[in-house]
């Protein structure tokens, strides 16, 4: 038998005016600004993730940057929402269902043990918290797992804009274990209020008093009294029992674990900035001892929370880099040449056959020098010892295959020169702007590069751009 889920416990009895004024409906819209997800302190913010806008949700699932989804990951933890996460992101995907035959179709899915239904059918008593006062007889509210979701929909019928002038079926759906954890208490209290927000604004007839109660607990999740957030000082976890009760004071041992991961943090920084330059995570695993999981962690509060005027650059997702954060360049820039330091990337006059042979590195790495003559049909051992010279290629001697000798890949000096931040970005960068350069020969560089003055000014233009 199918999975009952209990009512969710929102208080309706409240006294007073409610007022005109909706400031729920901003719950559901998410922010411009995606920077605003991050903020401390902006439990709304956080739920947005749940407003069922697929843009927003696939932003948050699939389209972070790996130090986005680090600082996001980072705040979520330390406000005890992690694992809402599974919960907020799956709503996106939700369906809305009309069928015709609504009684033969609920009857059926209310056998199917892959369904976990959250309210009952027909005459019974509906949970508080969702449509008290919504005049639909046949609606059906069911959590289904989030690989059978399309089955069960085509089962239901049509998906459809929400309506009353249609029977319809809601399923919500989710993802491993299954079925869901903990039974009632798997649907935690803020997404159960978000629930009633999210019908109040698809449809009339939810009772004014469970809105008001749904954003006071919202509300005051939000006015909590929660430390400004900084890896020194992070928030206690917030459980679902103290939800409406504030947070609770930190233990000694969830003390100890921030100020541990602070000092990983500190050290982190410290070793990165002594560096200078990229530092794969292995490395850092073998010089300092660490597991990956503490690294990761130490990773995590160092990217929320850098150094004032640096951040954290992750490149290819394995390497780390302490830069200067991108508000300081102009200072950094007037600085440098006021020093007349040589931190600046002045412009490679080089020659055109070098920078053909770079482009070739650079879209076929790794590549030996006999590939390359045999590209170019002509010998370019000259060509690689300057793009050697001028650390723009090295050889990487663990791409090695018996008999073909140590191949040629890029540096991150030639990242650094475009801006650009992987070799994927750097190839397609090339390709946009050498239109129709033949891939099978790499004879020569289409129009825009196909001298070597033209590469320089592009080089030097990316300089100047970062």
């Known amino acids: 038998m199918p999975t009952e889920l209990a009512a969710p416990e929102i208080s309706a009895t409240l006294d007073g005016d409610l007022g005109g004024e909706e400031p729920w409906r901003d719950v559901l819209r998410p922010p411009a600004d995606s920077r605003r997800l991050l903020a401390a302190r902006s439990a709304w913010a956080v739920l947005a993730l749940a407003s069922g806008d697929d843009r927003l949700a696939a932003r948050v699932a699939d389209g972070l940057s790996r130090p986005e989804a680090s600082r996001a990951r980072a705040r979520l933890e330390a406000e005890g929402l992690l694992q809402l996460l599974p919960l907020l992101m799956a709503r996106a995907g939700r369906a809305w269902c009309v069928c015709s035959d609504a009684e033969a179709i609920v009857e059926q899915m209310r056998a199917d043990p892959r369904l976990a239904f959250t309210g009952a059918v027909g005459d019974t008593a509906w949970p508080q918290a969702y449509v008290r006062a919504v005049d639909l007889p046949q609606l059906v509210d069911a959590y289904a ?19 009353a002038a249609f029977h319809e079926i809601l399923l919500r759906p989710v993802a491993e274990p299954w079925p869901l954890p903990e039974a009632p208490a798997a649907v935690p209290d803020l997404v159960r209020a978000l629930d009633v ?102 990773v995590d509060a160092l990217v929320a929370e850098p150094p004032r005027g640096q951040q954290v650059l992750l490149l290819d997702d394995e390497r780390l880099q302490l830069v200067t954060a991108a508000a300081a360049s102009g200072q950094v820039e007037r600085l ?25 590195v650079v879209l076929e ?18 060509q690689v010892q300057i793009l050697l010279r001028h650390r723009l290629v090295r050889e990487e001697p663990r791409a090695a295959v018996p008999g073909r000798g140590i191949p040629l890949v890029t540096t991150d000096l030639v990242l ?8 994927a970005e750097l190839q397609d960068y090339l390709l946009t702007h050498a239109q129709g350069l033949e891939e099978a020969r790499l004879p020569f560089l289409a129009d825009g590069f196909n001298d070597g003055g033209a590469m320089n000014s592009c080089i030097h233009e990316s300089s100047n751009s970062t």
């Open 416 to 423: 650094r020169r475009f801006g650009l931040r992987s070799i």
């Open 365 to 382: 790495q790794p590549i030996t020098r006999t590939e390359i003559t045999a590209r170019r049909m002509a010998d370019s051992d000259r």
């Open 336 to 360: 440098l040449r006021h020093l007349k330091r040589d931190g600046l990337p002045e412009t490679l006059e080089l020659p055109e056959t070098v920078w053909l042979v770079m482009v070739i």
């Open 197 to 298: 927000l999210e019908l109040a604004v698809e449809r009339a007839g939810v009772h004014r008093a469970e809105i008001h109660a749904a954003w006071t607990l919202i509300h005051m999740r939000a006015d909590a009294a929660v430390p400004s957030w900084h890896r020194a000082r992070r928030p206690p976890r917030v459980r679902s029992a103290a939800l409406r009760l504030g947070h609770r004071a930190a233990s000694p041992f969830s003390r100890a674990l921030a100020a541990t991961r602070a000092a990983d943090a500190d050290l982190l920084s410290a070793l990165l900035f002594a560096a200078g330059t990229p530092v794969s995570r292995s490395t850092l695993q073998v010089g300092m001892g660490w597991q990956s999981a503490r690294l990761q962690a130490a």
């Open 145 to 163: 797992l989030d690989a059978h979701l399309d089955q069960h929909a085509d089962q239901a019928g049509d998906q459809h804009i929400p309506s």
